[in-house]
């Protein structure tokens, strides 16, 4: 008998280690070209939407910073310009990233109140950096382009931050007993 049942074991060995691996090599979500490794395992790890949104505005503020000491340096760097769009490019997608979250948690019904206001007063503190630029940023014409997405995109995920939070089913009140 345990020679019959043998080669099974044998066969299910093999197999065993193949589809482990298999399934294994997929990732459950690409890592997004501007997000560190630490910072897309953050995004995996938040066990809410709400929590997503408040990660993506950090890296969105993280990014415009870089962004304004990149602009204030006293040398700048040699690839100067396609650093700038790099920045740029990566606080919009921060941004957008954190407006998608809100029909996430939308479909989901997740109360995400505290997170979208505090993405509606980041977003507007954003906007004014990002217009300020606009009107007088040193070597404008290098980043103008990227620079007016920014802003476009920041108004935008405002506006979707401030319509989700009316439309949004007041909180549950607990009757007491």
Known sequence: MLR?????????????PTGVAARGSRSP?????????SEADKIREAM???????????????????????LGRAVPERRRDEILNSLMN???????????????????????????KLMITKGKEFLLIL?????????????KETLDDAVEGTQDAIAD???????MAPPPVRRKQ
Do not use: M, N, W
């Open 131 to 143: 217009q300020k630029l606009e009107k007088d940023g040193p070597s404008l014409d290098t980043y």
């Open 161 to 167: 931050a401030e319509k989700a939070l009316k439309e």
């Open 48 to 70: 809410t939407p709400s929590e997503r949104i408040k990660l993506y505005v950090s890296f969105a503020e993280d990014r415009l910073t870089k962004f304004q000491y990149e």
């Open 29 to 37: 979500q690409i890592r997004k070209d501007y997000l560190s490794d």
């Open 90 to 116: 990566a606080y919009s997608g921060c941004f957008d990233d954190a407006a998608d979250q809100i029909a996430v948690a939308q479909e989901k019904q997740a109360d995400i109140r505290v997170s979208l």
């Open 4 to 16: 019959h049942i043998l080669p099974a074991i044998i066969i299910a060995l093999f197999l065993i």
